[in-house]
């Protein structure tokens, strides 16, 4: 069977039974969305005489790696297109994917572990999965770098925050000079908001999945291009 389900399936799960066994997971998740992912080609769910969609376990884990790919990697749909077209061959994906589920996994039946994927996380979970102190997780955040929802949680993207300033901090880098670095992230978000909420605005059915992907594309390339101008400009500083 390949990602797509096996196409001689009768049975199935409505698009709204797909979606409560989702949001647990992935909450904002919508209707649009899958919708959306479907006409964008990444599932190709059975369609009834009467053209209701229906879903079977290998559509649903197919939804949850595009999902997953998207909320712990950020991956753009191109990325995780060429990595489900791989596993389709029986290929090893290039590149950070996810744990595949038992019904969706390359030829040899091995998944590939991605890392972290809890997206709700208590202050005394992030201390115990970063190995950070109390002191050095109040500083951080103290200066913005790290930040907790509403409601006191933190995302899975906290984990990997901390991470990389307490190793960071062996160097010399502390919390004041973490300051800078999310006040560039936050004027680079500005930037993408501004070029994708024209196609979010849009009345068409999908239209802030498109801006939300259009988000992800850019916010992948803006990622490449600064690698290369920090590696160039490291290169001159050092010469």
Known sequence: MTAAGNPHQ????SIGAVLDQLRPDFPDVTISKIRFLESEGLISPQRTPSGYRRFGAADC?????????????????????????????GSTPEGPVVRLPRTFAS???????????SSRLSRTELLRRTGADEAFLDA???????KAGTAGYFDADAITLVRTARS?????????HLRSFRMAAER???LLAQIASPVALGREEGAR???EEMIRELGSLLVTAHAALLKSAARDALH
């Open 107 to 117: 030829s040899d039946g091995q998944g590939l572990d991605v890392g972290e994927s």
């Open 209 to 211: 999945d498109r801006a």
């Open 61 to 89: 884990d197919r939804l949850r790696f595009i999902l997953t790919a998207q909320r712990d990697h950020y991956l753009p749909l191109k990325v995780i297109r060429e990595q489900l077209d791989a596993i389709d061959r």
């Open 140 to 146: 951080i955040i103290s200066v913005g770098y790290v």
């Open 188 to 190: 680079q978000a500005d």
């Open 168 to 176: 960071m901090s062996e160097f010399g880098i502390d919390a004041r």
């Open 10 to 13: 009768s049975a199935g799960l």
